[in-house]
């Protein structure tokens, strides 16, 4: 006689009703974006990109450009302390004439300085070589010039880029000042493969702990020495071009069964959260606000499905695109959701009709995977290549257009400053920019006390959330993607799903705070749990063929799927089912 054993998977259908929400926020209404008299659309997919049809002032919004000093692509070299000075203001003015608050001076372009270190030589980019003393503050008398005219001071640094050169690591090391760093610690110093240049890049080795220590200490001079408002690193870390040169010290350092990628891009983590973590402590002691951020490649990597350099969780672009956690092992992803910097400036150096990154689909990843991590986001823009490659003329513009769509971005930066007097920019400032907003950073902090009630499991809610919000200001919410409503009474959230409320704060005079935000992750639990009935004998452990299973439930729709060595179908259930095999 047949027998078989008897495994059955019970799944219940449950269809939740949800807050039905629009999804405008501070404009009208979203329209397609059209180029050449064609939709735009999101990579890969039928869904066009949408934007909104009206640009929304910010009042408080970090705007920012980089200032490049490596080949003296912003500023001039140093001929005079008057020369130089005025060249200084006049970036100064550019910031105003585009009502931007923020500078981000490259104060370390080649493992260099441009002010007195115990860590670098002076840089050849001020005086024209390297060690050159100009007998005066530089770095002190920029800063306070920038906050004398309303600008934050961004110190832009390079952490590990020694240089790129057609000579040997040798030949080139010779050249620098006795104190560089690099030039005192050759065997610190690795090469990364030649680059589409001909160019072999040097770095300081990641994986060396000496050199970790060496970031640190240089970030922690310059922080007490000088009133800097943030430190930023920007998207050099190991080569793009690549490298094969870490093989030792990867066998040195390595844990037992980590791979040299991993490896790697630990090495990268130790200094970027070795770094918060000596910011943080500064600002304890000190009382100061001093912000990290760094500005990397733009695609972390690429969640397309069925490639080989597909990463879980990532972006709706190719995998065949640059990846900063596969090329540069730069985990930039980790770096925000762990909390280690204040705020995240991905290069979204893409335009909309990108033809395997195209900008929204890059942004919209950035907003993801930052919302309620506390991490601000800026999105950095290449006006440069908007000048080169002759973008569209609104590109830039519609770029900021499209980020109004998402409070989690706080700012955007361009790159760089000597390209703010082109056409795209000019367009943005005598339509879109046409006043200087408060730095986020000085915006007003939004004091609401927040109360949440509803049922938990593992921080997350099984049931419907009512959120009470109390201030002595007049508060304003967003839930989801809805319009900014006046709070009046407690807001009812509801439907699986991971909720986000936005909130705001306006004083009697009118001033705005800045936007803070609450998650509310929802998933329901049905607390029907189904009753089997088995008719037939059984021998031992196991049932005769022709077995009846009756499951029984108060619930509408049940699903059920047979095991027969691996799950099937979950199909509908309607009745007594009879096991024939």
Aim: proline share 4%.
């Amino acid at each position: 006689m047949k027998k078989i054993k008897l495994y059955i998977l019970i799944a219940f259908l449950i269809i939740l009703s949800g807050l039905l929400l629009n999804n405008v926020n501070g404009y009208t209404s979203l329209v397609p974006l059209v180029r050449d008299g064609s939709y735009v659309y999101h990579y890969s997919s039928s869904e066009k990109v949408m934007i909104p049809d009206s640009y929304d002032e910010h009042d408080t919004e970090f705007r920012g450009a980089w200032v490049a000093t490596v080949y003296n692509l912003d500023i001039a070299k140093y001929t005079s302390e008057t020369q130089y000075k005025a060249a200084f203001i006049s970036l100064i003015d550019e910031l105003k004439a585009n009502h931007m608050n923020a500078m981000l001076f490259q104060v370390r372009p080649l493992n260099d300085a441009f002010y007195e270190s115990d860590y670098a030589p002076w840089s050849r980019y001020l005086m024209g070589s390297e060690g050159s003393n100009p007998g005066w503050d530089v770095l002190a008398w920029m800063i306070d010039e920038c906050h004398a005219n309303g600008i934050e001071f961004h110190a832009w640094m390079n952490p590990y880029r020694v240089a790129n050169t057609t000579s040997s690591k040798t030949t080139y090391l010779a050249t620098l000042a006795s104190n560089n760093f690099a030039k005192q610690n050759p065997n610190l110093v690795i090469e990364g493969d030649i680059d589409s240049h001909d160019r072999t890049p040097l770095i300081l080795n990641p994986g060396e702990p000496e050199v970790k220590e060496y970031i640190r200490n240089v970030v922690k001079e310059l922080i007490n020495n000088y009133d800097v408002d943030g430190i930023h690193f920007d998207d050099y870390f190991y080569p793009y071009s690549g490298i094969s040169s870490d093989n030792a010290t990867y066998d040195l350092y390595k844990l037992p069964g980590q791979t040299i990628e991993d490896w790697r891009r630990e090495n990268v983590n130790d200094v970027v959260r070795g770094v918060k973590e000596d910011i943080d402590a500064y600002n304890e002691l000190s009382g100061n606000s001093v912000k990290f951020g760094i500005s990397p490649f733009g695609i972390w990597g690429s969640g397309i499905e069925g490639y080989s350099r597909t990463l879980d969780g990532g972006s709706n672009t190719s995998p065949y695109n640059t990846s900063s956690y596969l090329d540069q092992y730069a985990d930039s992803k980790k770096w925000v959701l762990e909390g280690w910097l204040d705020y995240i400036c991905p290069q979204v150096y893409f335009p909309f009709t990108h033809s395997t990154a195209p900008y929204a689909d890059v942004v919209d990843w950035w907003v993801n995977i930052s919302r309620g991590t506390g991490v601000d986001v800026y999105i950095g823009h290449a006006v440069s290549s908007a000048a080169i490659y002759n973008w569209e003329g609104t590109e830039i513009a519609d770029q900021l257009k499209y980020d109004l769509q998402h409070p989690e971005i706080k700012g955007e930066v361009m790159y760089r400053l000597g390209y703010l007097d082109d056409s795209h920019m000019q367009y943005v400032v005598d339509n879109y920019w046409t006043e200087t907003p408060t730095n986020i950073y000085e915006a007003n902090i939004p004091f609401i006390t927040v109360t949440v009630d509803g049922e938990m499991s593992d921080d997350i809610y099984i049931s419907d959330v009512l959120m009470t919000l109390s201030s002595s200001d007049t508060i304003y919410y967003q839930l989801d993607d809805s319009d900014w409503t006046l709070y009046i009474s407690p807001i009812n959230i509801t439907g699986s799903g991971a909720h986000i409320v936005y909130m705001k704060t306006v004083d009697d005079f009118g001033v705005e705070s800045s936007v803070s935000s609450y998650n509310v992750p929802i998933q329901y639990l049905n607390p029907d749990i189904p009753t089997i009935e088995i008719s037939n004998d059984k021998i031992r452990e196991n049932y005769l063929i022709k077995t009846e299973i009756t499951v029984n439930s108060t619930s509408e729709d049940i699903y059920v799927a047979i095991n027969h060595g691996s799950v099937g179908e979950f199909n509908l259930y309607t009745g007594p089912i009879t096991l024939t095999d």
